[in-house]
């Protein structure tokens, strides 16, 4: 047993069960290395049809001495109610009262909103409330079931222990005849245990109560059944790298699980804690699951901006491709007295991320910041917001610059119409549009250095945002261009009618601003130099490179960016 550094968890179902089993597994391994003393150097990677794990040798003397100290993976309590309270056996290791949490839940926030800005002398709620009122009540007899079970077979863990050495250290990892030799020990000792025990949705999505026979000779309503033990390690894994919340709002449920390429268990124990404390608040669906990638981004940059850990992430590159994929992120819809699976599905983390020097490492923890700063804002009970967020959600996902033209077409309305009722709205910055941009589609990056192009999103700026703020402030100078955006995007289907479109809105720029200064001699409002003919030319030849509809849509974003010396107000240009 002694050699068996190296494990293999089958990807078999296609959701996030596996993942909970490979950190269920880690996490024995790492209690296992506790007990012995050593360092456990454990570490996972993605190998395609299963997730290879790695640690160093577990002696069977550590083993064999499990009866004297038996081991108790992870922090799963057993879940006490008023209506369980005087069935569970005493003597537990782990415990918590369901019902005192739920109080401290209550007077929490109950302080919070009194106090309001003041200093909060209520404790947290338990970190893991929210995966405790997802098991009660529906899963919690299965839950404690398990956990009880594995409290009551302590005394045989070397056996367990080394099952589940033997189950782990092939691929395909042979369950038939892991279950034959619990069925052993289980006699041997007179347990009573069943090898089976019923499929939790909480961690098995695909799992739920329903016609699930794979042969169509008959209707049964009925749930799937796994082996005991590694709905065990599912469970442990749901406590390592799972977070669950309701929607703000409802009572549905959205749960969240990492999707891992290559990552040692400390890492992920640090990042994947910096995670979990970023996501206590419920928040609204589309805007939790852009939050969730870029939280999760955000503490994994973190993380790695240690000195002493900046070299390891230089050597990984690319966080999507070699750290983490992103997140399965499950939606369940409640049913009253029960939950049903709605939807899969998979978040990506950005893709354009790459990690090469440290310096990359703060530069993309202010674009990420920026990102969190505008999905932030946005309330998706708006019907008007629902669009964006799925633009942005798509974007952020799938690194697809179609999702995030989408948004920066669209984000124009709304940024101006809650502008007009004097409401702050955050807008990306150009060096982060540019650096998004660009590490997404190098290519672009010839566009926006243009000179040209950045003198015609100047007068695009300067005609909508800019001229909103004046008018605010009581200069009515320029007039506001409201529905500039909509019309360029409209019109760049075709080159010759978007050529036509642009050269229209120019020609009255210039001379917009040739009538303000003729009319304000001795004054000093806020000037705005004109557009040349050589910006005209320079645009009209990266239409003709690059097409119009991609020449447009990196205007609009550019004109409706915030500057990055963040003036709106349209300060003087000499």
Not at 18 to 40: I, N
Not at 46 to 57: E, K, N, S, V
Not at 71 to 85: C, D, E, F, H, S
Not at 338 to 365: C, H, K, S
Request: hydrophobic share 40%; net charge neutral; charged share 25%.
């Amino acid at each position: 047993m002694s050699e068996l550094t190296t494990f293999y968890i089958d990807k078999s179902s296609g959701t996030f069960a596996e993942v909970l089993l490979a950190f269920g597994w880690m996490r024995v391994l790492s209690e296992l290395h506790s007990k012995q003393g050593t360092p456990g150097h454990i570490a996972l990677k993605d190998d395609g049809m299963y997730y290879r794990i790695t640690c160093a040798p577990i002696s069977s003397e550590t083993v064999e001495n499990l009866p004297q100290e038996p081991i108790w993976p992870g922090n799963m309590p057993l879940i006490v109610t008023a209506k369980n309270r005087e069935s569970l056996p005493v003597g537990a290791p782990l415990s918590i009262d369901y019902e005192v949490e739920k109080e401290q839940v209550a007077a929490f926030f109950g302080a919070k909103n009194k106090a309001q800005n003041a200093e909060m002398t209520v404790a947290k709620p338990h970190p893991h409330w929210d995966i405790f009122r997802a098991i009660n009540p529906g899963a919690l007899l299965g839950y404690n079931r398990i956990l009880l079970d594995w409290w009551k077979v302590r005394e045989q863990q070397p056996k367990i222990v080394s099952l589940l050495f033997q189950l782990f250290s092939s691929t395909p990892n042979d369950i038939a005849s892991a279950v034959a030799t619990w069925k052993k020990i289980d006699n041997a000792a007179g347990w009573g245990i069943a090898p089976l025990s019923t499929g939790q949705q909480l961690y098995n999505p695909d799992q739920g109560k329903g016609q699930n026979k794979t042969k169509a000779n008959g209707i049964r309503i009925d749930n799937l059944d796994n082996f005991w033990l590694l709905e065990l390690l599912k469970i442990i894994g749901f406590y390592e790298a799972g977070q669950t919340r309701l929607i703000q709002g409802v009572k549905d449920r959205k749960s969240y699980v990492i999707v891992p390429r290559e990552l040692t268990y400390s890492e992920h124990r640090d990042i994947f804690n910096t995670f979990s404390e970023s996501m206590r608040v419920s928040t609204t669906s589309i805007k939790g699951d852009a939050m969730a990638a870029l939280r999760y981004t955000e503490a994994l940059l973190t993380y790695f901006a240690e000195p002493t850990r900046q070299i390891s992430i230089g050597k990984r590159g690319n966080l999507k491709k070699r750290l983490v994929a992103g997140l399965y992120a499950v939606f369940y819809k409640d049913l009253g007295n029960a939950v049903a699976t709605m939807n899969l599905a998979f978040i990506g983390l950005p893709g354009w991320i790459e990690i090469r020097t440290p310096e990359d490492i703060r530069v993309y923890q202010a674009v990420v910041a920026e990102l969190v700063k505008l999905v932030q804002q946005f309330d998706e009970s708006h019907s008007d917001v629902v669009d964006l967020l799925q633009a942005l959600r798509d974007f952020i996902s799938g690194d697809s610059l179609d999702a995030l033209f989408r948004f920066t077409r669209a984000f124009p309305v709304y940024y101006i119409g809650q502008r007009e009722r004097s409401k702050y709205v955050y807008a990306l910055t150009e060096d982060t549009l540019e650096r998004i941009i660009t590490m997404t589609e190098p290519r672009f990056a010839e566009i926006l250095e243009d000179e040209g192009f950045q003198n015609i999103a100047y007068a695009i700026r300067r005609s909508t945002v800019s001229a909103q703020y004046q008018k605010m402030q009581g200069n009515r100078k320029y007039e506001v261009r409201y529905g500039l955006g909509q019309e360029l995007a409209r019109k760049s289907r075709y080159k010759a009618d978007f050529i036509a479109a642009l050269s229209d809105f120019l020609f009255k720029f210039n001379a917009e601003n040739a009538q303000v200064l003729e009319t304000t001699k001795g004054e000093r409002p806020p000037y705005r130099r004109s557009v040349q003919t050589g910006d005209i030319d320079s645009i009209v030849n990266l239409i003709d490179r690059f097409g119009a509809e991609t020449v447009a849509n990196l205007l609009i974003a550019y004109g409706y960016a915030r500057e990055t010396r963040d003036t709106d107000s349209g300060a003087d240009d000499t």
